[in-house]
């Protein structure tokens, strides 16, 4: 089994950042002896099976990926190398973004308690995009089954272990897909008219997703929400964990909205005008912003 190793830019806590992807129930995080987290993604249509991790202390950390070809094929050592530092935001600087919170008499402490933590990248934009259209305004156990039928039945599979893992089925399979199959997998028929006009969207524009990262934030939000499905909070969600855009704000997130609420001890529930002024003076950071205070709850 081929592997390398890869720079990430310090401080980064390995254990605590993939603690988003259990909390997200998301992605399956499969834990061996030495800590790999597990993906199973396409590179260049290539199928490869990642196990990422990461050696060293905080402050002097070091990327591993090892890696193997269900289906045979090859890829560049560099380019897995540059999807697993990818996914493990191996290139964000978290010390401009400190310098703020250390301004902050609320939120100081949280540079402490929350030391090295990094935002863990979906493999694809487009399955980012897919789990924000499924988890709209449902609980997070039940879009995790629903997701995962999805890919039972669109996706392929490998099985690692005592664990399997599943391939997200790509745009074009998805595009095809009948809504009625859908709606038997128990989703809505909005999210299943969704799911499938994106899929299209991507299929008809196949840089669609790459070209977000070359835009300024605002450019990218506003691309996104001229997709059918995809809101303020949809597009805030996908570009913060599927493209890496680091000036996210998800207004209207629960979460965010109670972790405000209790980080600056309010009374009442934050609007999100409030939320929105409070977070500007940790612009261009507020998707790690967010990131704290969701883990701060």
């Known amino acids: 089994m081929p592997?390398?190793?890869?720079?990430?830019?310090?401080?980064?806590?390995?254990?605590?950042?993939?603690?988003?992807?259990?909390?997200?129930?998301?992605?399956?995080?499969?834990?061996?002896?030495?800590?790999?987290?597990?993906?199973?993604?396409?590179?260049?249509?290539?199928?490869?099976?990642?196990?990422?991790?990461?050696?060293?202390?905080?402050?002097?950390?070091?990327?591993?990926?090892?890696?193997?070809?269900?289906?045979?094929?090859?890829?560049?050592?560099?380019?897995?190398?540059?999807?697993?530092?990818?996914?493990?935001?191996?290139?964000?600087?978290?010390?401009?973004?400190y310098k703020i919170l250390d301004c902050s008499e609320k939120l100081k402490p949280l540079k402490k308690t929350l030391y090295g933590l990094k935002p863990i990248l979906t493999a694809t934009a487009f399955e980012s995009a897919a789990w924000a259209i499924i988890g709209q305004q449902i609980n997070l156990t039940f879009a995790g089954k629903v997701k995962l039928r999805l890919e039972q039945r669109y996706g392929t599979s490998l099985k690692f272990g005592k664990s399997r893992f599943y391939l997200f089925p790509d745009p074009s399979k998805i595009a095809k897909a009948r809504i009625d199959t859908l709606r038997k997998m128990q989703f809505s028929l909005r999210k299943a008219e969704y799911l499938t006009g994106l899929a299209k969207v991507c299929t008809e524009q196949n840089r669609f997703f790459d070209s977000l990262s070359e835009m300024p934030y605002n450019e990218a939000i506003e691309k996104l929400i001229t997709v059918r499905?995809?809101?303020?909070?949809?597009?805030?969600?996908?570009?913060m964990r599927g493209v890496g855009h680091l000036n996210c704000l998800p207004l209207g997130d629960t979460g965010l909205t109670r972790a405000t609420k209790e980080v600056y001890n309010m009374k009442n529930k934050p609007d999100n005008v409030k939320i929105e002024k409070l977070a500007k003076k940790f612009e261009p950071y507020r998707s790690l912003y967010t990131l704290y205070l969701w883990f701060s709850l």
């Open 3 to 97: 592997q390398t190793e890869f720079k990430i830019r310090p401080p980064f806590d390995f254990d605590l950042s993939t603690k988003f992807c259990e909390r997200t129930k998301f992605d399956i995080l499969d834990r061996t002896d030495n800590y790999y987290l597990k993906r199973f993604t396409k590179i260049d249509d290539t199928p490869v099976f990642l196990e990422i991790g990461c050696r060293g202390s905080i402050n002097k950390p070091i990327g591993l990926v090892k890696w193997s070809y269900p289906d045979g094929g090859q890829v560049d050592n560099d380019r897995v190398a540059h999807i697993a530092g990818k996914i493990l935001s191996a290139d964000v600087d978290l010390k401009a973004f």
């Open 229 to 239: 499905g995809i809101g303020i909070w949809s597009a805030n969600y996908l570009l």
